[in-house]
């Protein structure tokens, strides 16, 4: 079964940028659309981003819209999360899912396989 590793969070500034890196282990993510989920601090997990297979339509949030941008390299297998404009907001643990559908899909239930998470917090 294909696991997901999430890397490149961290502490920054507001207005700074980071980019996150999902990753396969033992597994492709070939035929997968692929998603990007947050988690705030007391807050339930929310949608962010979605990219279909192999990569041609993407979707985001509305609270990010405009300042992330998510992209999938599928000779290396790995998808990003480019997160520009950061503000406090922001800060929340970030998870990449893969989903069985090839289309975009902006539900958590429709996600089937999860990374551990990478941490983004924004200061002001």
Known sequence: QV??????????QAGNSLR?????????LSMATMGWF?????KDREFVASIS???RNT???RSVKGRFTISRDNVKHTVFLQMNSLNPEDSAV?????SHYTVV???SSDYDIWG???QVTVSY
């Open 116 to 118: 551990q998470g990478t």
């Open 38 to 42: 947050r988690q705030a601090s007391g």
């Open 20 to 28: 996150l890196t999902c990753a396969p282990s033992g597994g492709d």
């Open 105 to 107: 899909r902006d539900s």
């Open 3 to 12: 696991h997901l590793v999430e890397s490149g969070g961290g502490m920054v």
């Open 59 to 61: 979707y985001y949030a």
């Open 94 to 98: 970030y998870y990449c899912a893969k």
């Open 53 to 55: 297979w192999p990569g």
